[in-house]
């Protein structure tokens, strides 16, 4: 299986900062990279796919890059609403698998 | 617009199964693969496997082996994932996901999870 390693795990920020979250995969993963955003009500939503496409309604500050084994997400002017878990996951092989989440929190 | 509505919260005793559910609506049932992950508390994400309903062919995580059955009803566009001989260690948050058409391998559209507590 194909390990995928997030960094870092907790990340205080403040309204306005622009933050990176970091993702590793344990062997290429040819770009199949996609990130998912989890609310604390539970609810989950779809960012981006394929290493960097917006999903569509994803605000513009979203965005993604990386290739080979690292890939990350970047926000660049923090909203409230953009508090909350981040997952990547790979689908370049089954059977999928999930980074260990980010937790941005407000600093 | 699309939607995924899962069932409610089940408490269950150990050793037995259950059967959650997910109704879709919003899009052509039998189009999409759809796909279940667990959530444990405080930990991340695990995928467990995909169904196709159009056919019924069905993909599992190896560790959800004998664990997991995957199945759908195209007359109700409802997928349905049975875990069976419960464990504590499946006490968790089950999510089923529609994994895009043109955007394969992302799942676009989420369930908003059906809690399994597996307690005597």
């Known amino acids: 299986d194909i390990q995928m390693t997030q960094s870092p795990s907790s990340l205080p920020a403040s309204l306005g900062e622009r933050v990176t979250i970091s993702c590793r995969a344990s062997?290429?993963?040819?770009?199949?990279l996609n990130w998912y955003q989890q609310k604390p009500d539970g609810t989950i939503k779809p960012l981006i796919y394929?290493?960097?496409n917006l999903q569509s309604g994803v605000p513009s500050r979203f965005s993604g890059s990386g290739s080979g084994t690292d890939y990350s997400l970047t926000i660049s002017s923090l909203e409230p609403e953009d508090f909350a878990m981040y997952y990547c996951q790979q689908d370049a092989s089954f059977p999928w698998t999930f980074g260990g989440g980010t937790n941005l929190e407000l600093k | 617009q699309v939607q995924l509505q899962q069932s409610g919260a089940e408490l269950v005793k150990p050793g037995s199964s259950v059967k959650i559910s997910c109704k879709a609506s919003g899009y052509t049932f039998t189009s999409y693969d759809m796909h279940w992950i667990k959530q444990q508390p405080g930990n991340g994400l695990e995928w467990i496997g995909w169904?196709?309903?159009?056919?019924?062919?069905?993909k599992y995580n190896q560790k959800f082996n004998g664990k997991a059955t995957l199945t759908a009803d195209k007359s109700s566009s409802t997928a349905y994932m049975q875990l069976s001989s419960l464990t504590s260690e499946d006490s968790a948050v089950y999510f089923c996901a529609r994994e895009g058409l043109t955007t394969t391998g992302v799942m676009d559209a989420w369930g908003q999870g059906a809690s399994v507590t597996v307690s005597s």
């Open positions: 062997q290429g993963i040819s770009n199949n």
């Open positions: 169904i196709y309903p159009g056919n019924g062919d069905t």
């Open positions: 394929y290493t960097s």
